[in-house]
């Protein structure tokens, strides 16, 4: 397993765009996870799946965010009508449920620029 | 709601020397799970240590090694004999036994110098 992959590394967009993000998780991990990080800041939870259903939400997930996980395996975090305040990392990470506290596996990110 | 704290936003180390960088949290849960993580400039998360606040013995990890200390709410990171590599941005994480989502404080970077 080449863990967990996350495209594209970099995306920079116009104002006012939609943007599609994609993360590939650890094949036997059920759990997927989405966090955004801001420069000079820790990453902060937006989301999270098991499987296909999305259990959590952050208020942080504004009506123009929406991430989805349809077959349990691959996600997607889709931003639309993007704002200058949406720059930033968006990390990905997975696990197995029931071990979260082993601690979860990252991404390497994918990093949003809107102009 | 929980909250996590690192009060140094840098520290430098030489080589082969020791460095300890600081967490403190707030919560109100007796049980829960700490994370030291670390943040290359590959980006990519590492999971460095992780202490279960159940257990109180310390965590170790090679180099690594806590100081836990419940009742201050205190979560503290050693690393002994600093190498280049360690240079990164390390974060400390709290995760609730009940909710599966970290909060991260804001970062420590680490400089290591030969």
């Known amino acids: 397993d080449t863990g967990v992959s996350q495209d594209p590394r970099h995306k920079i967009t116009k104002r006012g765009q939609n943007v599609t993000f994609r993360c590939d998780p650890i094949s036997e991990h059920n759990r997927l996870y989405w966090y955004r990080q801001t420069l000079g800041q820790g990453p902060e939870f937006l989301t999270y799946?098991?499987?296909?259903?999305?259990?959590?939400k952050s208020r942080l997930l504004s009506d123009r965010f929406s991430a989805e996980r349809p077959k349990g395996s691959f996600s997607t975090l889709e931003i639309q009508r993007t704002e200058q305040g949406d720059s930033a990392m968006y990390l990905c990470a997975s696990s197995l449920a029931g071990t979260g506290g082993y601690g979860y596996t990252f991404g390497s990110g994918t990093r949003l620029t809107v102009v | 709601a929980q909250t996590v704290t690192q009060s140094q936003p840098e520290m430098s180390v030489q080589e082969a020397e020791t460095v300890t960088l600081s967490c403190t949290y707030d919560t109100s849960e007796s049980d829960y799970y700490l994370f030291w993580y670390k943040q290359p400039p590959s980006r990519q998360m590492i999971l460095v240590i992780r202490q279960e606040a159940y257990k109180q013995q310390n965590a170790t990890e090679n180099r690594f090694s806590v100081n836990f200390q419940k009742a201050a709410k205190s979560f503290s990171l050693k690393i002994s004999d600093s190498q280049l590599g360690d240079a990164a941005m390390y974060f400390c994480?709290?995760?609730?036994?009940?909710?599966?989502?970290?909060?991260f404080g804001t970062g420590t970077r680490l400089q290591v110098f030969p």
């Open positions: 994480a709290y995760r609730s036994l009940i909710a599966d989502k970290l909060i």
């Open positions: 799946f098991q499987n296909e259903a999305q259990l959590e």
